[in-house]
């Protein structure tokens, strides 16, 4: 026997979990709401899907290669931010601004800042919301099958029933209509361990409770408002998205309450009719404030009797 | 505050539980290096050439936190060698070469212990250390005002994947243990005694409640623990044992409570018997790349190139051999370095076993700081360490952290947690020096 053994720091076994298998999990999450999009919308939503997933990959790659980095595709992030992004625009978007917002997201929002871990807010929604004011791409109403054929129903005087919002057959973005959907990938999630209760829950309790009381506590459109627009898929996805989000229980519960309201403000009296986004933008920069008020008291240093 | 600290799950592979303990026959030679503990190593007492037997001394105790050394085989002493040490630093090492016969030196004898300086003395006479953790000298904790003890803590917490060696004692040693309760109950005036084991441990905690139910001089109590990693943890077993939180960068003592070993107490009572010093270890032998894996009692000083040819050799080459656990075990530094008196383990793990991934940046997933026992926030420390703030770090209270490891453990980016920690504690130890020195 030589003197094999490396010299090594404890511990020296791990849970085995990693970056990429996270995010594996995520994509895997959002295959539901990908099938449902592509169903109620057309295989031109798979085409957007595929060219954000495909930009996004290719521009994390490119910029690495660029600036001689440790090529960072593997861990499968960018991939998920493509596929997020894509989920968020309307299915007629033109082609050119879907690779235009993925430029955005990977290079500009995440790659310039340090890349994984150090964005300051999340790649797919800033880019979501550079595109709305760079393009007005939301504004531009999505050609529903068979649903309403006016803007996300927010904006329309009549909500689709909520069997109809439920199932997702109704205009809006490509990932965002299915609740149902989205629901079977966000309890993947949860069950999966690779996000917690706090921010889905409190995020949509929120929105649910402060829709409640403006619409005369009628429980059904308090409900509608739950189901329609960015709400779901945001709670469950891009809100609890690590790198923008706060670490501890309670920060994230205070997060979610804070983007909840935001959400409702806008919604109500703001001028889009769709406030999810930018509502996690702004509690995204303020995540950093939070996660400092919310520190866990350190076990011996008084106070824990 | 919760009544149970965060812990994690980590695997058992406690693969040795079920076997007892086998005593292993004398080594052709035995290497013990003068320092087994915290504190300077002792003085030599033996030179080139000196006749031994099992439990002669052959290192003198160097100053209060120090203790002896004893020959764990009988033999002629054949070299005194530079034997380096898993912190890098090396030490003078005693070579015996065995004449297999394992003759004990006919001096020893139980010592008389009637009081609480009878008592400390006996135990630094005994050369016993802290057998489940650093090697603190045992005599150090009971050398205090016994109106400060109000509890006598066992540790009977075994945490650590694939460790058996406390849980083999508990389950066989109990007697010995009884005996050194007695004692050491008498002795300080201790009325409160409690073993605390995870409750996952059913046979250990029966039989502890057997060895209780048969002490008469004081109140001794076996506490089911959660069987999460850690409990081992001197602070952690106090905090679930008496609900009392240790200050950062206290003792136990500071919280009324000293905290011993199970097998620590198990060699106290068996010196406190017989007058037989430290010369033994129960060592669980085990990982994927040992043949047979098994608990062995093992001299002091074997080898452990010795300690896996008893247990049937190495079936596959391992990547990693360990000191003690996975979670907090040290690389030992090469195949013959020997058992030291606070192993309790000695681990061969395969490439398998060991696989760790690759070190990514952080995600700030928060598992980290959601999986801390204490409540710490590693990825904070290790940023605020790489930029050298030690207000920060301070103002983190990297000090508080116990190195049990469970945030590396979670960690999906295997950052270097546990290693930023221990970096910054000894920045801000250093800093403190040098502020020191200035004024
Ligand atoms: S567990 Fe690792 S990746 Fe997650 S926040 Fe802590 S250091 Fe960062
Ligand atoms: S910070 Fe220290 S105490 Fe907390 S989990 Fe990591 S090693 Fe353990």
Redesign the pocket.
């Known amino acids: 026997m030589s003197s094999l053994t490396k010299l090594m720091i404890s511990p020296h076994i791990h849970c085995g979990r990693s970056t990429g298998g996270i995010m594996r999990d995520v994509l895997i999450a959002l295959l539901p709401a990908t099938l449902a999009g592509t169903l109620i919308f057309g295989l031109r939503a798979l085409l957007v899907v595929l060219v954000c997933v495909a930009a996004c990959v290719l521009f994390e790659l490119l910029f690495n290669l660029i600036t001689k980095q440790a090529q960072t595709v593997g861990d499968l992030s960018a991939a998920v931010t493509g596929l997020l992004l894509a989920l968020n625009l309307p299915v007629n978007i033109p082609i050119w601004q879907c690779v235009v917002g993925s430029l955005f997201a990977i290079v500009v929002v995440k790659c310039l800042f340090g890349g994984i871990g150090n964005n300051l807010v999340n790649p797919a929604i800033t880019a979501r919301v550079f595109m709305l004011v760079a393009f007005g791409s939301l504004a531009i109403p999505a050609f529903p099958v068979d649903a309403v054929a006016s803007a996300t129903p927010l904006a329309a005087e009549q909500m689709p029933s909520l069997m109809t919002l439920f199932l997702g057959n109704y205009g809006g973005a490509i990932g965002e209509t299915s609740t149902l959907a989205l629901l079977i990938g966000g309890i993947y999630l949860l069950v999966r361990r690779v996000i917690t209760w706090h921010i889905p829950v409190v995020f949509i309790g929120t929105v649910f409770v402060f829709s409640f009381f403006m619409e005369g506590f009628d429980a059904v459109r308090a409900l509608s408002m739950v189901m329609a627009g960015g709400l779901v898929i945001g709670a469950f996805f891009m809100a609890t998205d690590y790198v923008t989000s706060p670490?501890t229980p309670w920060g994230k519960v205070l997060f979610a309450l804070g983007a909840g309201l935001f959400t409702c403000l806008i919604r109500y009296f703001g001028n889009y009719p769709e406030g999810v986004s930018f509502a996690i933008l702004f509690m995204n920069i303020l995540t950093p404030y939070i996660g400092r008020w919310t520190r866990r008291k350190v076990f011996g240093t008084g106070g824990d009797k | 505050m919760a009544r149970y600290l965060k812990g994690i799950h980590v695997p058992h592979r406690k693969n040795t539980a079920n076997k007892p303990a086998v005593r292993m026959d004398a080594p052709q030679t035995v290497t013990i290096p003068m320092a087994m503990h915290i504190g300077k190593p002792a003085t030599l007492a033996v030179k080139v050439g000196d006749l031994v037997k099992v439990g002669t001394k052959i290192g003198e105790a160097n100053g209060a936190v120090s203790a002896n050394v004893y020959a764990s085989v009988s033999g002629k002493v054949n070299k005194i060698e530079d034997c380096l040490l898993s912190n890098g630093a090396t030490a003078p090492a005693v070579v015996i070469e065995s004449d297999g016969a394992m003759s004990v030196d006919e001096t020893l004898a139980a010592p008389t212990v009637t009081d609480r300086q009878s008592l400390v003395d006996a135990l630094k006479e005994s050369g016993i250390v802290g057998l489940g953790g650093a090697g603190f000298p045992t005599h150090v904790k009971f050398d205090v005002d016994p109106a400060r003890i109000d509890y006598l803590i066992i540790n009977g917490a075994e945490c650590e994947p694939y460790v058996t060696s406390d849980t083999v004692t508990m389950l066989t040693r109990g007697d010995d243990m009884a005996y050194a309760i007695e004692t050491i109950a008498r002795c300080l005036g201790i009325g409160k005694v409690i073993i605390g084991i995870e409750n996952n441990k059913k046979e250990a905690i029966a039989a502890m409640r057997a060895m209780a139910a048969s002490v008469s001089v004081c109140d001794v109590q076996v506490t089911s623990l959660p069987s999460v990693y850690p409990q081992g943890g001197e602070k952690v077993l106090v905090y679930h044992a008496t609900g009392r939180v240790i200050p950062m960068g206290k003792l136990p003592i500071d919280a009324g409570c000293v905290v011993i070993n199970c097998t620590t107490l198990a060699t106290i009572g068996a010196y406190l018997r017989t007058g037989m010093p430290l010369v033994e270890k129960c060592v669980t032998v085990d990982g994927g790349a040992v043949a047979q894996p098994q608990n062995v009692i093992a001299p002091i000083g074997t080898s452990i190139e010795a300690l896996f040819a008893f247990c049937g050799g190495l079936k596959e080459q391992p990547t990693k051999i360990l000191y003690g656990g996975p979670m907090m075990g040290i690389t030992v530094p090469n195949a013959d370095a020997p058992v030291l008196k606070n192993t309790n383990a000695v681990l061969a793990l395969t490439e398998k076993e060991a696989k760790l991934p690759k070190t990514t940046a952080?995600?700030?997933?928060?598992?980290?700081?959601n999986n801390c026992p204490f409540g710490l926030a590693?990825?904070a420390i290790?940023r605020a360490y790489d930029s050298r703030n030690a207000d920060e770090l301070v103002e983190l209270a990297v000090d508080a952290c116990m190195e049990c490891g469970c945030?590396s453990y979670?960690?999906?980016?295997n950052?270097p947690?546990v290693q930023k920690n221990k970096l910054s504690k000894q920045f801000l130890k250093e800093k403190r020096v040098k502020e020191a020195n200035k004024q």
């Open positions: 670490a | 952080c995600i700030r997933c928060g598992a980290c700081v590693p990825a290790s945030c979670v960690c999906p980016a950052r947690l």
